[in-house]
C-alpha cells in the first residue's frame, strides 16, 4: 500500500514528486514554507560580550 499525499490526502504518491502525488500539491507545500504556515519552534537567546568573544 502506497503512503497517501500529505496535503491532498486523496492520491497516493508519485515517486517523482514524492512524498506528494502531484507538482500542485508539491507547490502548495513549499508556499507554506515560504508564508511561514510550516515554522520550527525557536527560543531567542540574549548574548552579551563575554559570550562573543569580546571583553
Known amino acids: 500500500m502506497m503512503a497517501k499525499c500529505p496535503i491532498c ?5 508519485e515517486a517523482q514528486y514524492k512524498p ?5 500539491c508539491a ?3 513549499l508556499q ?5 504556515s510550516y515554522a520550527i519552534p ?10 562573543r568573544g569580546i571583553e
Open 9 to 13: 490526502r486523496r492520491n497516493e504518491a
Open 20 to 24: 506528494f502525488c502531484s507538482r500542485r
Open 27 to 29: 507547490d502548495v507545500d
Open 32 to 36: 507554506r514554507w515560504f508564508s511561514g
Open 42 to 51: 525557536a527560543e531567542e537567546v540574549e548574548f552579551d560580550e563575554k559570550d
